[in-house]
């Protein structure tokens, strides 16, 4: 009889555990594929109970999915890169106001959708990369994007596609600066300075500098962490080895930076536990894992970045501009960089 009712006690604890379990969720769609995330995820379950349901695609696939599941979507959370994807995606009207005074104090004004419907999770920064055997810091030290049309650097600049996200990015802020006047004329400039057809990714730019198939190179400053991991293998880490990083406009407006950031949507159903996973994602702990996996900035300034980046310096100037207007100018930009020949 008493070890019935122990039984049955127990199996009303297991139903209830598991109804409490089930009921605390958050559903994740993510454009990043780390599988170092997924031990961020199982901390998080640890410390708050909240069972975390990943969707991971590419960005566009995420977004696209989104629009159409609309209000019945199961998302509560999206996860993308570059703020251009998350401005998209609050035009849209899928975003709600993440309410979280947490959030607010340790995430700048300037790395948040206009009424937080979306955040920065780190920072990762559109740098120029010169061989070290080549050039160095003090003859360089100067530069800045804007410089970058001038004859000097004919046939000597590596840089991508114009149907990368990072690059439309980097003219619209210069856009919303400068005009379009201005920034067309600089594009015009740029492009003849391309010391071949844009290919690949930021990480074959940064080899063509090691290479000394172009002189500098424009890419994402995590890359060069990544190369140097050795994650990439022999090669890349060599080609590391030979490049350094210049943070560009210095003595002007500030390097060019952009975001992996999130947002909850508006069909979200748990939208608590959507607050508090952004929360833990910006904990010092979350943080930490996360820049020492991708080579990010951190956005929590309390956490540093990987050794692996923090070596090319971290007192640089950033651009303080509103990472939103990289979305409001992202047509502007794409026609713009249509208009010059940028390919
Ligand atoms: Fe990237």
Do not use: C
Request: net charge positive; charged share 25%; hydrophobic share 35%.
């Amino acid at each position: 009889m008493k070890l019935k009712n122990t039984f049955s006690l127990g199996l009303i604890f297991f139903l209830f555990s598991n109804y409490v379990f089930l009921d605390k969720e958050v559903n994740v769609y993510t454009s990043r594929h780390y599988d170092s995330d997924a031990k961020l995820y199982e901390d998080f379950t640890k410390e708050s109970g909240i069972k975390v349901n990943i969707i991971s695609a590419r960005g566009k696939a995420l977004i696209e999915r989104l629009r159409s599941e609309g209000e019945n979507s199961p998302a509560d959370i999206l996860i993308t890169v570059d703020s251009g994807n998350l401005w998209k995606v609050q035009d849209y009207g899928l975003f709600r106001s993440i309410k979280s005074s947490l959030i607010n104090s340790v995430v700048p004004k300037n790395y948040r959708g206009e009424n937080d419907e979306w955040i920065a999770l780190a920072k990762r920064a559109r740098v120029i990369f010169y061989n070290k055997n080549k050039y160095s810091y003090e003859d360089l030290k100067k530069l800045s994007y804007e410089d970058l049309d001038s004859r000097e650097w004919q046939n000597k600049l590596a840089i991508r596609s114009s149907n990368n996200l990072y690059n439309q990015s980097l003219v619209a802020s210069l856009i919303s600066r400068y005009g379009e006047k201005y920034t067309e004329n600089w594009a015009k400039g740029l492009v003849k300075n391309f010391a071949r057809k844009p290919q690949g990714n930021d990480r074959a730019q940064i080899i063509a500098v090691a290479n000394n198939e172009a002189d500098l190179a424009i890419a994402n400053s995590y890359y060069l962490g990544l190369m140097l991991s050795g994650k990439k293998g022999e090669k890349q880490l060599s080609a590391g080895k030979k490049v350094n990083i210049l943070f560009p406009s210095q003595e002007k407006n500030g390097a060019h930076i952009n975001i992996s950031g999130a947002g909850i949507l508006k069909s979200a159903k748990n939208y608590e536990n959507a607050i508090k996973f952004l929360e833990f994602m910006i904990s010092e702990k979350a943080q930490k894992h996360l820049v020492e996996n991708t080579y990010e900035y951190p956005i929590n300034s309390k956490v540093k970045p990987s050794p692996l980046i923090a070596q090319f310096g971290l007192k640089f100037k950033e651009d303080s501009i509103k990472v939103s207007e990289f979305g409001k100018y992202n047509s502007a930009a794409l026609k713009l960089m249509d208009r010059v020949g940028w390919q």
